[in-house]
C-alpha cells in the first residue's frame, strides 16, 4: 500500500540487497507474485522437496570432474534419504557434514568397483556454486497449510537460509519473525535439515540464529563501518548476507554440542577470528589482544580460529596451543573438539605431558589449562623448533606468578605467535616489570588491542545487560573488646568517637565482614531487599563475602531468615578448618549440582561464595549482588560480570555495596572513561532512566486528555492500533520501563508525584492494549509482572473485564468510577477490540477447517481498511457482521449434510482446493470420516499419523480415486491427516 512500510516492502528490500551483494535473485512474474513459483517451473519441483534436486543434480555434475548423470542422481539420492531425522538439530548436523565434505557414492570404473567422494559444494572456487535468492518459498510435507518463509537463499539448490520479514509499520517486530520460524521448525522441521542460518527483520531490526535457538540466541549482525544510528536491517543483511562471508561461516564457523545445540559465530567472533588468521597468514604482528567484554563467548573465537587456521592449508602445518582458564572449560572444549572432528588434537594431562606434546613438534592442536603452568618453579622443559601459535584465554590470570615467562623460554619469540584473550585487561603501574595485559599482548601498531567488543557494544546487542549499584552506609560501632590489646594500649587516651575512627579506618575487610553486630545488621538488610527486589520476579543473588569464615557466618545468619535449601555457602574447605567452615564442605559433584539447580531450578535462590565463582560463572538468573569485600580493576569487572548476563524481564544487573567499593569508581576501576562508564552506573542513573522512559510513553498520547472518561482509554487503544508503529512503539518502552520499575520498587522516587499517577496511567492503558491484542480474553496483559500488577489491582476494575473487550478503568486519584462504558461518534474502539477478537477467535480454528482460514484472512483485510481509514469503525462492524453471518451459513450446510466436523472439514477443502463437485466432495469427506472415527490420540503420534494414513489411502482406493495420491505433493493426504488430528484434539 503506498505509504506504508509493508511486509512485503520490507521483503523488497532484503531482495534488492541480495541482489546487489551477488545473489541471483528470481522475482514472481506478471502470472505469479511468488518467485519460487517461477523456479519451481524452471526446475521441476514439487511443494514436498526441500532443495531444487534437479539444479543440484546439474550442479554436482558441473562442479565434479568425470561425473556422469547415474553418480549424481545416487549422490542425491544418498541427500533425499538423510531428510527424516527425530532431532532436527542432529538431521541437521548429520545434513551439514553430508554437503560439506562430500558424499560417498559407489562407482564401477574398468568393471571394478570404487568410492568416490562426491562435492555437493564447491568450497575452495565458491564462484562455481550457483547462488539464488527468491520470495515465498512454499514448502508441504507434514502439516496441512505448510509454510512459507518470505526470502530463502540456495547454494546449488539447497536452501541453507531462511529470512522471514516483518514490519514495525504493521505493528510486528524482529521477535515475532523469530516466533515464526521457530513455528515453522515445529510444523515443517523436514525444510530445516539443511539450514545454515535463520534471520529475521522487521525494517529496523536485524537478527540472525541457528536451527532451534530461542530468540534470545538471536543476534544482531554489524558491519566494521556500523554507527549507531545507522539502519541496522540494511546493515546486517547487506554485510553478512555476502556469498563469500557465507560459504567462511559455512566452511570453518559452524560448531554442534550435544543433539539440541548449533553454535554460530557472533559478528564479533567472526571478525576477531579472521584478524588473528591474517596475521597468521602474512607472518608479521605475530602477536594481538583480543579485548571482548564478559558475556561475548571469547573460548568460541578461539575455537573458531584454531577450526579455521587447522582447515586453511596455507597455515594448517603450524603447532597451535589453547590454553585455557579452567578444567570445565578444558573439558567443554575437548568434547566441541571432538564433536566437531578437529583434526588432530591433544590434551595435555599434566606439565610433562605438555612438555612431551610441544616437543614433538609436529602440526596439531593442544589444549591445556593455565594450572599446568601454575604448580611449577621451573620453565617449561622442550625445545620447540616449530611455528607455535599460542591462544591464551583469560589472559590477564597468565601474566600472574610469571606463567606466560616459563612458556616464553620453551617457544623461541622467532617461532611463536601470541594472542591473549580477555574481557578484564590488567594494567598496573607504569614499569615495564608491572601487570600489563597491553604490553604482554599487543604490538606497538595496535594501539592497546588487535580487536575490541566494548562493554557499550555488548550493552546495545543485548549480549549483556547494564549493571547499576547501589551504595549501603550503614551505621555501625565495632566493640572494643573484640580488637586486641595491643590496640587498647595503642589508643587508649582517645576519646570514644576518634576511637570508632581509627578502627573503622584500620581494621580489615575480613574482621570487620566477621565482627557479629555488623553481620547481624548487614544480613537484615540483605534479607529485606531480597524479598521486596529480587524475590517478586523470581530472580537470584550472590552474597560476597571476603573470608571463607565471613562466608559460613553468612550462611549461618542467612538461614535463620530464609529455608535453608534456598542458601547455600560455596567455599573452599580442607580438614584442618574449623567446623564452623568444613560443615559447607562440597564434594565437586554436589557443588556442580548445587550451580546447576540455581541456574535451573527454584531452589537454591543465594549463594553465599568467598572467591568461588567470581569468573566464569554465568547464570541470567542472577541479577544481585550483595558485595562485602573489597574488589577493583580487573577483579572488580569480572564480579559486575557476574549480573550481567540477560534474561527475560532483567533490565539490569544490580550490586548493592556494603563495603564502600563504589565510593570513588575511578579509583577502583583504573581504566578509562568509557570503560568505566559503561562497566557500572549508579541506581539513580536507573531511576533517570525510568523517568525517560515514562515520559516517552506520555508523549505518545500528548493529543490526548488523559481524563477520568473510559472514552479517554477507547481513544489512546484507538491510537496505538490505527496510527502506524505507536503500538509496537508503546509496547517496547514499556516493557523496558516496566523492566525498570520492578528494578527500583520500592524507591521512593517511585511514588512521587505526577510520576506515580502517570505510570499507573500508562500501565493500565498497556494492560488495556494487551487484551484488546489478546482478542479481549480478559486477562491483565500477558507480559505484566509481579510488582506491576499490583498497580493493576488497585486501580483496575478487573470484575468488570468481558470477552467484548470492553474494560472500565478509574484514573489514579480520581473519586468517580463510571458506571457504563461510552462508544465513540464513530464506535472505532468498539470495531478494533471485536475485529481482534474475531481475529483471534478465527485463528486458533485455522487448523480445523478451511473456512475459518479464510474468513480470519477477511477480518485481517478489514482491520488493515480500517487502519488505512479506508471504512470507518462502524462500517467496519458492519463488515463483521457480515462474517457472523457467515459463520452461521456454514454451520447451517454442516447440518444439513449430517456431518461431523471432521467430515464437514474435509468437505470444504475438497470443493475449494481440489474443485470437487459438491456430491464428490461430501461422498469422499463421509467415507474418510467413518474409516477414522475410531481413532485415537492416545498413544505415539509418528505412529498415529501413519495410522490415519494408511486408512485414507484404504478409503480412496475403495472409492476409485487413487488419483488424489498423486496430488499428494498438493498436500491432499497431509491435509487431511492435519484436518483430523486437529479436530479430534
Not at 148 to 170: H, M, W, Y
Not at 196 to 225: C, M, Q, T
Not at 500 to 525: H, N
Not at 833 to 857: F, G, P, V
Request: hydrophobic share 30%; aromatic share 8%.
Amino acid at each position: 500500500m503506498k505509504g506504508k512500510f509493508t511486509e512485503e516492502g520490507v521483503e523488497k528490500k532484503v531482495l534488492e540487497w541480495l541482489e546487489g551483494n551477488g545473489w541471483d535473485v528470481v522475482r514472481g512474474n506478471d502470472e505469479y507474485k511468488r518467485g519460487s513459483k517461477v523456479l519451481d517451473d524452471r526446475f521441476g519441483r514439487k511443494v514436498s522437496d526441500v532443495c531444487y534436486w534437479d539444479l543440484l543434480k546439474k550442479k554436482i555434475r558441473e562442479i565434479n570432474e568425470d561425473i556422469d548423470g547415474k553418480t549424481a542422481k545416487a549422490a542425491v539420492n544418498k541427500l533425499k534419504n538423510e531428510m527424516d531425522p527425530e532431532n532436527l538439530v542432529e538431521g541437521n548436523k548429520k545434513f551439514y557434514k553430508i554437503i560439506k565434505n562430500g558424499v560417498k557414492v559407489p562407482v564401477f570404473r574398468n568393471g571394478e568397483k570404487k568410492t568416490r567422494v562426491v562435492k555437493i559444494i564447491d568450497k575452495e572456487n565458491i564462484k562455481n556454486n550457483s547462488f539464488k535468492a527468491t520470495n515465498q518459498y512454499t514448502f508441504i510435507r507434514k502439516s496441512r497449510k505448510g509454510i512459507r518463509p518470505d526470502v530463502t537463499l540456495f547454494v546449488n539448490g539447497i536452501p541453507l537460509i531462511n529470512i522471514e520479514c516483518k514490519s514495525t509499520a504493521q505493528n510486528t517486530t524482529v521477535e515475532d519473525a523469530v516466533d515464526n520460524i521457530n513455528n515453522y521448525e515445529e510444523k515443517e522441521p523436514r525444510l530445516f535439515i539443511p539450514s545454515l542460518l535463520n534471520i529475521g527483520v522487521d525494517g529496523k531490526e536485524f537478527r540472525y540464529g541457528a536451527v532451534k535457538a530461542s530468540y534470545k540466541y538471536y543476534f544482531p549482525w554489524r558491519s566494521n563501518n556500523y554507527k549507531e544510528g545507522n539502519l541496522e536491517f540494511k546493515d546486517g543483511t547487506e554485510d553478512l548476507l555476502k556469498p563469500e562471508k557465507i560459504m567462511d561461516i559455512f566452511r570453518y564457523f559452524v560448531f554442534y554440542e550435544g543433539t539440541d545445540t548449533k553454535i554460530v559465530p557472533r559478528y564479533m567472533q567472526y571478525r576477531a577470528a579472521n584478524r588473528m588468521l591474517e596475521r597468521i597468514k602474512k607472518g608479521k604482528r605475530r602477536k594481538g589482544l583480543v579485548w571482548h567484554t564478559q558475556g561475548s563467548g571469547k573460548s568460541y573465537t578461539m575455537l573458531f580460529t584454531a577450526n579455521k587456521a587447522k582447515r586453511s592449508p596455507e597455515i594448517e602445518d603450524k603447532q597451535y596451543l589453547l590454553i585455557v582458564d579452567r578444567t570445565k572449560l578444558e573439558e567443554q572444549m575437548e568434547d566441541t573438539l571432538e564433536s566437531i572432528n578437529f583434526p588432530l588434537f591433544e590434551v595435555a594431562d599434566s606439565k610433562e605431558h605438555l612438555e612431551e606434546l610441544l616437543a614433538e613438534n609436529k602440526s596439531q592442536l593442544i589444549l591445556t589449562t593455565i594450572h599446568k603452568f601454575g604448580d611449577v618453579n621451573k620453565p617449561i622443559n622442550a625445545e620447540v623448533d616449530m611455528e607455535t601459535v599460542i591462544l591464551v584465554d583469560e589472559a590477564h590470570r597468565f601474566m600472574e606468578e610469571k606463567l606466560g615467562s616459563r612458556l616464553k623460554m620453551a617457544v623461541p619469540e622467532e617461532k611463536r605467535y601470541y594472542f591473549g584473550f580477555t574481557g578484564t585487561p590488567v594494567k598496573e603501574g607504569k614499569s615495564e616489570k608491572d601487570r600489563n595485559t597491553f604490553n604482554e599482548f599487543s604490538h606497538p601498531d595496535d594501539k592497546g588491542y588487535l580487536h575490541r567488543y566494548s562493554i557499550k557494544r555488548g550493552q546495545t546487542d543485548q549480549v549483556i545487560t547494564p549493571v547499576a549499584f547501589k551504595k549501603r552506609t550503614t551505621e555501625w560501632e565495632i566493640p572494643e573488646e573484640q580488637l586486641d590489646q595491643d590496640f587498647e594500649e595503642e589508643f587508649e587516651d582517645l576519646d570514644p568517637e576518634r576511637k570508632q575512627e581509627i578502627i573503622k579506618k584500620y581494621v580489615d575487610q575480613t574482621e570487620l565482614a566477621e565482627i557479629r553486630p555488623r553481620l547481624e545488621k548487614v544480613i537484615r538488610d540483605i534479607q529485606k531487599h531480597y524479598r521486596e527486589n529480587v524475590m517478586p520476579n523470581k530472580f537470584k543473588s550472590m552474597v560476597v563475602t571476603p573470608s571463607r569464615r565471613a562466608a559460613a557466618l553468612y550462611g549461618d545468619e542467612l538461614r535463620k531468615y530464609f529455608d535453608p535449601e534456598d542458601v547455600k555457602v560455596i567455599i573452599t574447605t580442607n580438614g584442618d578448618d574449623p567446623e564452623q567452615i568444613r560443615k559447607y564442605h562440597l564434594s565437586a559433584e554436589k557443588e556442580q549440582k548445587v550451580i546447576k539447580n540455581f541456574k535451573r531450578k527454584e531452589s537454591p535462590k543465594i549463594l553465599v561464595v568467598c572467591d568461588k565463582l567470581l569468573t566464569g560463572f554465568d547464570a541470567p538468573v542472577l541479577k544481585t549482588m550483595y558485595l562485602d569485600k573489597s574488589l577493583k580493576n580487573h577483579n572488580l569487572l569480572q564480579a559486575i560480570a557476574r549480573t550481567n548476563r540477560p534474561c527475560e524481564g532483567k533490565e539490569n544487573g544490580e550490586i548493592v555495596d556494603y563495603q564502600g567499593v563504589f565510593e570513588d569508581i575511578e579509583k577502583v576501576l583504573q581504566y578509562d572513561d568509557i570503560v568505566i562508564e559503561n562497566a557500572v552506573m549508579d541506581e539513580e542513573e536507573l531511576v533517570k532512566r525510568f523517568r525517560q522512559r515514562v515520559d516517552q510513553l506520555m508523549k505518545i498520547f500528548d493529543d490526548i486528555e488523559l481524563e477520568n472518561d473510559p472514552e479517554v482509554f477507547h481513544n489512546c487503544i484507538v491510537k496505538l492500533e490505527k496510527e502506524e508503529g505507536e503500538g509496537v512503539k508503546f509496547e517496547r518502552v514499556y516493557s523496558k520501563a516496566q523492566n525498570l520499575y520492578e528494578t527500583l520498587s520500592p524507591h521512593e522516587a517511585l511514588v512521587e508525584e505526577p510520576l506515580k499517577t502517570n505510570w499507573d496511567i500508562l500501565t493500565q492503558i498497556y494492560a488495556s492494549y494487551r487484551d484488546t491484542e489478546d482478542g479481549g480474553r480478559g486477562s491483565l496483559g500477558s507480559k505484566v509482572r509481579e510488582k506491576t500488577r499490583k498497580i493493576l489491582e488497585e486501580n483496575l476494575q478487573v470484575g468488570d473485564i468481558e470477552n467484548s473487550g470492553e474494560v472500565e478503568y478509574e484514573i489514579p486519584e480520581r473519586d468517580v468510577v463510571p458506571e457504563k462504558t461510552v462508544e465513540q461518534p464513530d464506535n472505532q474502539y468498539g470495531f478494533i477490540t471485536q475485529a481482534l477478537t474475531k481475529k483471534k477467535t478465527l485463528e486458533e480454528k485455522n487448523d480445523k477447517n478451511i473456512i475459518y482460514e479464510n474468513l480470519s484472512e477477511r477480518v485481517k483485510e478489514i482491520i488493515e481498511k480500517w487502519r488505512n481509514e479506508d471504512i470507518s469503525g462502524s462500517d467496519g462492524l458492519k463488515e463483521l457482521e457480515k462474517i457472523e453471518h457467515k459463520i452461521e451459513e456454514e454451520i447451517s450446510e454442516k447440518e444439513t449434510h449430517q456431518m461431523t466436523d471432521i467430515e464437514f472439514s474435509l468437505f470444504k477443502n475438497l470443493k475449494k482446493d481440489f474443485e470437487e463437485s459438491e456430491d464428490e466432495a461430501e461422498r469422499i469427506a463421509k467415507e474418510i470420516g467413518e474409516r477414522t472415527e475410531d481413532i485415537s490420540l492416545h498413544g505415539y503420534l509418528p505412529e498415529i499419523r501413519r495410522d490415519i494414513r494408511r486408512k485414507i489411502l484404504y478409503a480412496l482406493r475403495d472409492l476409485d480415486r487413487t488419483d488424489l495420491y498423486s496430488k499428494e505433493e498438493e498436500g491432499f493426504v497431509n491435509q487431511t491427516i492435519s484436518y483430523i488430528l486437529a479436530n479430534k484434539e
